[in-house]
């Protein structure tokens, strides 16, 4: 007796359907699996078995041969535990698989018959929806992250038991579905902007950054207040809209990082180490999987002290903060991860950090500078479109008793500013200004004759590359839509080139 059902396997975060095709034969006892499976399935041969002795059916004394079909795609993943499962059931004529169609099963199994949740069960359900299957059996514990998928009938999952019984008509399971409210009015951050005693520069830099999502470079003696304001950024930022929840949600699905197996509801914050390797930053790995980059997707990626990161490390970011991706190849094949993220990153003008602190004497040899600035490529700094010198911290600032701006205060401008870029670029697929393309600058950064001869001054005195002058419109773009004006003025194309002095500066 033949049986074929359908199941899904991940490439990177797109799901392509396999089916799972069982055949009982006469023949010594054996039970194989064909079709490119890797050791992940071929021990579900063990768990499939013991699952379904343990659930109180008969396992077949035959024959058994499993083919995955297409034999020439790689299956990865204990989700196609259940499958199998299914399959010699129905092979087996234990239950009836004539309603199977159209339906794809997804699940890993335990010994006793429960069906335990997996990893990128949220992309499998839209890449399955994507391809008109009209229905998804999984494992219950996913149900929350897949039940918001439209379009394709979601049915949880508990024991082999419950979808036999559900398969042959004995039970009746409803679909799940939840419509999330990703916004929560109730969502307090630990750290707030109105901790933070002065630095009024600092923080209307980081203002400007997070309303157009740009680079931030940060850049003083320690103890100023740069890391203490990167970690509070998140609390300023605008609530995840429901696609953008997708998309983060189905990245931290696929690397296993959802803590309770629903929506992503808060921006990204990702701040790692600097031991981190390159595969750790971009992704990759045997099984390729979505790196910090990746990780930190419509959210923001704090690289503290940027230069003891080694080099290497650091020129991984040069092309996703260009396109927005990631790009890996490797010998399973090629794999394309989102990366869209704010980076901010933090950094001493020198190895001892006091290099023009007016408090301290820099003990730092000019090689010794060089060769710490020299960490960080010129491309790179060219990539970063907001750099910001912090001055240290004065007595009379932390003395002071007057209230700071709070980050609902600022969140409440920036939200305004992103819902203008949202409504301006609705045509043409974006959502911020960082996100412009060369050929619409002309079109949304306009400017007047006034700007014109400043951003041509600037150009020529300052040495400014074609991309640092296209970073220039877009930041100016984002001062604008703050100060609620339609066109850009010369006032905010001034304050624009203010923030790309440091490279010339510190990088000549």
Known sequence: MLSKIKTCVLYGLEGYAVDVETDLSGGLPSFSIVGLPDISIKESKE?????????????????ITVNLAPANLKKEGSQIDLPIAVGILCASRTT???????????GELSLDGKITGVEGALPMVISMRNSNLERMIIPSENKKECGAVEGIKIIPVDSLNELADYIDGRIEIQPYSCRYDISDPEETFREDFSEIKGQPAMKRAVEIAAAGMHNVLLLGSPGSGKTMIARRIPSILPDLDFEESLEVTKIYSISGLLADKSL?????????????SRIAMAGGGPKPSPGEVSLAHCGVLFLDEIPEFPKSVIEVLRQPMEDGKISI????????????????????????GYLGDPTHECTCSRSQIEKYLGKISGPLINRIDIQVEVSPVRYDDLKNASAEETSSDIKKRIVKAREVQKSRYKDIGILTNSQLGSKHLQKYCRTNRESDILLKDAFENLG????????????ARTIADLAGSENIQTGHIAEAIQYRSLDRKYWR
Do not use: Q, W
């Not at 190849?329 to 001892?352: D, I, K, L």
């Open 464 to 475: 400014l590359s074609a991309r640092a002058y296209n970073k220039i419109l877009k930041v």
């Open 264 to 276: 992503m509801r808060k921006r990204p914050f990702r701040s790692p180490h600097h031991t981190s």
């Open 96 to 106: 009836n698989c004539d309603n199977l169609e159209s339906t794809c099963i997804i």
């Open 329 to 352: 190849s490797r010998a399973s094949g090629s794999f394309t991860f989102p990366a869209s993220f704010m980076m901010v990153a933090s950094m001493n003008p020198c190895p001892c």
């Open 47 to 63: 768990r499939v078995r013991s699952a379904i002795k343990n659930s109180g059916f008969s396992f077949p004394v035959s024959r």
